[in-house]
């Protein structure tokens, strides 16, 4: 009687771990589908497309759609594929990033360490910064930009996302300094040490996961923004989220599909990229900016 | 140790001096910071909020003109669309993220062999920027050799799904793509919160016999408040600045009819060359922000202050 009971509970509970796995195997057929139906649309050749469906494989596998979409193909007027906005977003988001991090390090190690009469209140003054919907500042930083001789160019977007991307990198590290013990910094303030030195020589050292995170976060942001890239730029300074955009809206003739899946992996590549090579920092910056909001 | 202190009474002029500076320092490095939030946050605000009250159009023109553009705004019938569609695409993003996110989290947590692989896969989309993730899903979504073509090669001749080109129901495409790509967040804030839930109280209420629906609900869940809450905060704030995925997804369109209050805004204000309207939009969505976030965060902050 008792043996019986015991291989029924055995026998549901086989059957509810087979129910969750299996739940977990569709949830991530689902995630996926869309990654699948890119990489397998660009491979495939126009006819292809329109003889096969969605999940159909490419019947022979073609780099004609993502060579055209990085070289040639039009976004706009101008028909130089996706190539130059590439370069353009390279050589903006690296600067941003690191201009970024570096000052949140330093705002984060003054917020922590050297704190003064107010600076509580000053660092919650910087964090709304994190809230407020950026539609409220473009009017005034488009004309700003004008003003400073530095609208539509990379300087220019490079400003842009470092202002904006400070309360982010400022609560990072502030975040991860407030953990660290302050008798480590007092003991060398005693024995002389000035701002600069406990910076260089203390805190840094302690530093990498979190320039790490900040690092990843902000690339992943300035990288992936498309609201800054289209209301500060034009043409051929645009970054490559914008130019994605184009692509895809551009129509002369023929939709190319393949084209815009081509396109759209090469827009999301990067990320994607960092993503799974340091998915763990990743999670660790989605979830410190959370602690906050 | 001695010897510095020894030296610092030598050249005692120079050591008060050097104090000075080192205790200007820390001011001087945030300073630039602080600078640029009150100039490019605070001060832009404040800019935005005068042109909302002035009559500009092509180009910002600063004399005051009272509420006009604020009355034009809320007699436009395409903001009012926008404002609806805020509604639906905020209720039910939010509302499937969390749902979803939750449910996922919960399934991860009954040792699943795999857990790490399969948590990446969830989370992955949100390495990708809303730009690429509307690419992909305007091409799944486009009846012509989309999803819908696929299904009635499957034999079901008369399948529909063409949601993305019917005014009306664009929104609700707007709502899967943006739930596909932030629900592994969720997802991942739920399962740290999972973790965290204190094993005794469990144990416990396994030798009180409860049942772990009973568990679920009554003990673990709850105790989940505050990812609910940080959750929520981030997800009405994702839902609010919502501009990207549906530029990229259905450009607003059919018609204006998946408009949301950004894509207006940037049209008004950068095509439409109606800046003062513009403004005046802007100013409502900073007004829509405090008033969702600012309980939110006072009541998670007062919980906070009592609760734990």
Known sequence: MADGHHTQTAGSHRVGRIVIYALLVVFALYYLMPLFVMVTTSLKTLDDIRTGNLISLPREISFDAWIKAWSSACSGVSCNGLKGNFINSVSFVLPAVAISTLIGAFNGYVLTMWR?????????????????????????MAQTLGYLGIANSIPGLIFVHVVYGLAFTTLFFRNFYVTVPPDLTKAARIDG??????????ILPLSPAIIVVSVIWQFTQ??????????????ERQPITVALNNLVNTSTGVKEYNVDMAAAIIAGLPTLFVYIVAGKYFLRGLTAGAVKG | MTETGASGKLV??????????ENALPKVVLGPTLLCALIFV?????WTGWLSFTDSRLLPRYELAGFVQYVSLFQNERWWTALGNLAIFGGLFIGVCLVTGLLLAILLDQRIRAEGFLRAIY????????????TAWRWILNPGLGLQNLVRQLGFESFTFDWIVTPGMSIYTVVIAGAWQSTGFVMALFLAGLRGVDDAIIKAAQVDGASSTRIYTSIIIPSLRPVFFSSLIILSHIAIKSFDLVMALTGGGPGFSSDLPATFMYTFAFNRNQIGLGAASAMIMLMTVVAILVPLMYAETRRGHHGR
């Open chain 2, 42 to 46: 605070y001060g832009f605000i404040l």
């Open chain 2, 123 to 134: 989370l992955y989309p949100m390495a990708l920027s809303f730009i690429v993730t509307g």
């Open chain 1, 193 to 202: 040490a000035g701002f600069f030195t406990i910076f260089w020589r203390i």
């Open chain 2, 12 to 21: 005692h002029p120079q050591r008060r001096f050097g104090d000075y500076i």
């Open chain 1, 116 to 140: 003064f009469r107010g600076s509580d209140v000053l660092f919650t003054l910087l964090l709304i910064g994190c809230f407020i919907p950026f539609q409220v500042v473009l009017l005034p």
């Open chain 1, 222 to 235: 300035i990288w992936n923004d498309f609201l800054f890239g289209v209301v500060f730029s034009s043409g």
